[in-house]
């Protein structure tokens, strides 16, 4: 069976929705087989070992199969802004990454359109691209799906957001969340052993991310306990205290009464690290405590990213069709 069968009837991500999207049809992640993509840019605000010196080939990807209510992505992920690519295009897209010096591909919350990316990386190996391959996700992954994923990805960045069904049936109405991430998190590391080019690159491996929700430091201390007893020396982590409200940018009656309002604050920041230090956790990142709104991107704009955070490489309002170089 080729991989595009699987559009078919989609079990791609855990939602199971069962849609036929090779015939249109649109499960909860809101895309049919369409590879449909928002944006390509030189990021320069991911971790230090994925920047490198030009910044990280960030290719976002329209629609998600989580869709979290606090997504500062949401104009991609939930409004489905973007637009379609051939896989051959998808291939071009990489090399014109490449060529404008990334350090990697990264490929942003791909999960439910796993085939299409999988057959555009392939093109684009065979085609020349050298650079590591990064998969960039909510951590919402089944096994079956990361198993295409295991020739064309190098490094894996998932999310652990929350250890707790309840939160999780709150902000992304998967209460299966749990279980599924840290199942898929434990694959990805048995299968991607660390390693670092002499420059210091992560070439292979996992970076587990977790954004800190400010008033829910329970849950994140959970996820530390977790990442200390299963992941510490095999993994990386990356503590982010980005967190941004995204004050009339939700329809009113899908914000959770929990749904954070203000930024992490000091007295949060300062246990954050205490628990950093308590736990042993040394390997990875954590951010400098910025409150404001300068992660926000606008997928709407020609430069998405604000303050030189990136530079739009190819953008899918005002750039066409990608040439194969
Ligand atoms: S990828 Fe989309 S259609 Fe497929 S199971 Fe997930 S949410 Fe449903």
Same mark, same amino acid.
């Given at each position: 069976?080729? +991989?595009?069968?699987?559009?078919?009837?989609?079990?791609? #991500?855990?939602?199971?929705?069962?849609? +036929?999207?090779?015939?249109?049809?649109?499960?909860? #992640?809101?895309?049919?087989?369409?590879?449909?993509?928002?944006?390509?840019?030189? *990021?320069?605000?991911?971790?230090?070992?994925?920047?490198?010196?030009?910044?990280?080939?960030?290719? /976002?990807?329209?629609?998600?199969?989580?869709? #979290?209510?606090?997504?500062?992505?949401?104009?991609?992920?939930?409004?489905?802004?973007?637009?379609?690519?051939?896989?051959?295009?998808?291939?071009?897209? #990489?090399?014109?990454? &490449?060529?404008?010096?990334?350090?990697?591909?990264?490929?942003?919350?791909?999960? *439910?359109?796993?085939?299409?990316?999988?057959?555009?990386?392939?093109?684009?190996?065979?085609?020349?691209?050298?650079?590591?391959?990064?998969?960039?996700?909510?951590?919402?992954?089944?096994?079956?799906?990361?198993?295409?994923?295991?020739?064309?990805?190098?490094?894996?960045?998932?999310?652990?957001?929350?250890?707790?069904?309840?939160?999780?049936?709150?902000?992304?109405?998967?209460?299966?969340?749990?279980?599924?991430?840290?199942?898929?998190?434990?694959?990805?590391?048995?299968?991607?052993?660390?390693? %670092?080019? &002499?420059?210091?690159?992560?070439?292979?491996?996992?970076?587990?991310?977790?954004?800190?929700?400010?008033?829910?430091?329970?849950?994140?201390?959970?996820?530390?306990?977790? %990442?200390?007893?299963?992941? &510490?020396?095999?993994?990386?982590?990356?503590?982010?205290?980005?967190?941004?409200?995204?004050? +009339?940018?939700?329809?009113?009656?899908?914000?959770?009464?929990?749904?954070?309002?203000? %930024?992490?604050?000091?007295?949060? @920041?300062?246990?954050?690290?205490?628990?950093?230090?308590?736990?042993?956790?040394?390997?990875? @990142? @954590?951010?400098?405590?910025?409150?404001?709104?300068?992660?926000?991107?606008?997928?709407? &704009?020609?430069?998405? /990213?604000?303050?030189?955070?990136?530079?739009?490489?190819?953008?899918?309002?005002?750039?066409?069709?990608?040439?194969?170089?």
């Amino acid at each position: 069976m080729s +991989n595009y069968e699987l559009y078919k009837h989609c079990v791609l #991500c855990p939602r199971a929705c069962g849609a +036929n999207r090779l015939e249109g049809g649109r499960g909860f #992640c809101g895309e049919d087989a369409a590879l449909r993509i928002a944006c390509a840019c030189l *990021h320069c605000g991911e971790e230090p070992p994925l920047t490198g010196k030009a910044g990280s080939g960030t290719v /976002f990807v329209s629609g998600c199969s989580l869709r #979290c209510v606090f997504c500062q992505n949401y104009q991609i992920s939930r409004y489905g802004m973007g637009r379609a690519l051939s896989g051959e295009e998808f291939a071009a897209l #990489c090399h014109l990454l &490449q060529n404008k010096g990334a350090a990697n591909i990264n490929i942003v919350t791909g999960t *439910h359109a796993a085939p299409a990316i999988a057959g555009g990386l392939a093109l684009a190996r065979a085609g020349g691209l050298c650079l590591p391959v990064l998969w960039n996700t909510s951590g919402y992954e089944s096994l079956s799906t990361l198993s295409l994923l295991d020739d064309v990805v190098d490094v894996f960045l998932p999310d652990l957001k929350t250890l707790s069904t309840g939160r999780a049936r709150d902000f992304f109405g998967a209460a299966d969340y749990p279980a599924i991430a840290a199942a898929a998190v434990q694959a990805m590391i048995d299968a991607k052993p660390l390693s %670092f080019s &002499q420059d210091g690159a992560l070439i292979q491996g996992v970076l587990v991310r977790h954004l800190v929700l400010p008033g829910h430091l329970d849950e994140t201390r959970t996820v530390l306990e977790w %990442f200390a007893r299963y992941a &510490q020396g095999r993994a990386l982590l990356s503590l982010m205290t980005q967190y941004t409200p995204l004050p +009339n940018r939700q329809p009113e009656t899908e914000k959770p009464a929990s749904l954070p309002e203000r %930024f992490v604050n000091e007295a949060e @920041y300062e246990t954050l690290l205490r628990w950093l230090e308590e736990l042993g956790i040394e390997d990875g @990142y @954590y951010q400098e405590l910025e409150p404001g709104s300068a992660w926000l991107p606008d997928f709407s &704009q020609a430069e998405p /990213f604000p303050g030189g955070l990136g530079r739009c490489i190819w953008h899918w309002k005002t750039d066409g069709a990608v040439a194969l170089v």
